[in-house]
């Protein structure tokens, strides 16, 4: 342990050697995956060689090496889950992001279809639909400033979202088959 406090590489080399495999074996019985067991124990020793300095064993060399290989094999563990965590986060946010989009296609392409059908009615029907729809006004108020009869009114609203609703259903049924395909 003097020698390897020393800087010398052939003491590092010499616990390197004899306890690399059985550090392995143990690694790779914990962790189920060569590659894994492998950068472990790799780290393990890095670690020993970069703190060669401020190393101090209060028991053997052994029992040291195999409770560094032990934190090492928690703490890879616990960076696993936090990682896996992260990304079905990561993947519920994109998911929830892909669905407020296509939310938001279908929203612009519904209004546009509106609008589309709302040009299409007549001046008389699509005045009283944008008082109601768009003003946000009552039938009395409507017919109020339009100088007709509430009936008039209530007429021309149906006849407005009965001409819409054919339009919509006519349009959005071609925007799915787009959206599909």
Known sequence: MVLLKKGDRDAFNCIYGRYWKELFLCAIKKLGEKEEAEDLIQDLF????????DF?????????LFTALKYKIINHFE??????KHLESLKDELEALEDATSNALVAEEVEKSIEIGVNKLSPKVKLVYQLSREENLSLDEIAEKLAVSKQTVKNQISKALKILKAHLNHGYFWFLIWMIF
């Open 56 to 64: 101090e064993i209060k028991s053997s060399l052994k029992a040291y």
């Open 79 to 84: 960076h696993k889950t936090v990682r896996r």
């Open 46 to 53: 890095v670690s020993i060689w970069m703190k060669r300095n």
